[in-house]
């Protein structure tokens, strides 16, 4: 069993920076994939970034490429989601998942446990 508990969420300009957090229970955290996912008002939830187990591997959404930065840090069973140049379409619960499939992992139903979410407004 995996408990996650997202921080870090906020209002923001548009062109602005947040780091998210995502803090893991369990001593298996570097066995499991992590990945952000995102939900907008009226919209359905979408992958967002993902790593692997190792954090040798990462996969991106095409609109946050080059933008966001997954890590993640073993030791401290955490995984960091850094937002760069934040745009209003950015805006949305974003959630934190984990998966034992330890890969990278971008389809959100191979995903066993997830966080309660934090909300990220971006402002124009």
């Known amino acids: 069993q995996v408990q996650l508990v997202e921080s870090g969420g906020g209002l923001v300009q548009a062109g602005g920076s947040l780091r998210l957090s995502c803090a893991a229970s369990?001593?298996?955290?570097?066995?499991?994939?992590m990945g952000w996912f995102r939900q907008a008002p009226g919209k359905e939830r979408e992958f967002v970034a993902t790593?692997?187990?190792?954090?040798?591997?990462?996969d991106y959404a095409d609109s946050v490429k080059g933008r966001f930065t997954i890590s993640r840090d073993n030791a401290k069973t955490t995984v960091y989601l850094q937002m760069n140049n934040l745009k209003p379409e950015d805006t949305a619960v974003y959630y934190c998942?984990?998966?034992?499939?330890?890969?990278?992992?971008?389809?959100?139903?191979?995903?066993?446990?997830w966080g309660q979410g934090t909300q990220v407004t971006v402002s124009s």
């Open positions: 790593i692997s187990g190792g954090g040798g591997s990462t």
């Open positions: 369990g001593r298996t955290f570097p066995r499991y994939a």
């Open positions: 998942a984990a998966s034992s499939r330890y890969i990278t992992v971008v389809v959100s139903a191979l995903y066993e446990y």
